[in-house]
């Protein structure tokens, strides 16, 4: 069974930093692009950021220049480095993950963790 796993979540002060890490595990078959979305009370899950397989990275507009997304591909393991963090960044972040499996079936998203909290106050 594929897991994925967050951690790195927590309480900031607006204008601080936090650095989030998923890693992946189980029969995960020729993993590919992963990525960070997130979830606000009341609101949509959104995306944050996501890299392909060659570190090649997409962030929303609302976090680009702000937070940074990596890899490490030995270790299934996604990061995303979140600088001068806002009010509105407050939300529930979410691990993704795709393979050859989930991209082969229409209308899969991919694999998901569990989520971890993230609060920024002021």
């Known amino acids: 069974q594929v897991r994925l796993v967050e951690s790195g979540g927590g309480l900031v002060q607006a204008g601080e930093s936090l650095t989030l890490s998923c890693r992946a595990s189980?029969?995960?078959?020729?993993?590919?692009?992963m990525g960070w979305y997130r979830q606000a009370p009341g609101q949509q899950r959104e995306l944050v950021a996501t890299?392909?397989?060659?570190?090649?990275?997409h962030y929303s507009d609302s976090v680009k220049g702000r937070f940074t997304i990596s890899r490490d591909n030995a270790e299934n393991t996604v990061y995303l480095q979140m600088n001068s963090l806002k009010l509105e960044d407050t939300a529930v972040y979410y691990c993704?993950?795709?393979?050859?499996?989930?991209?082969?079936?229409?209308?899969?998203?991919?694999?998901w963790g569990q989520g971890t909290q993230v609060t920024v106050s002021s």
């Open positions: 993704n993950a795709e393979d050859q499996i989930t991209r082969m079936i229409p209308g899969d998203s991919g694999y």
């Open positions: 189980g029969s995960i078959l020729g993993i590919g692009t």
């Open positions: 890299i392909d397989q060659g570190g090649y990275p």
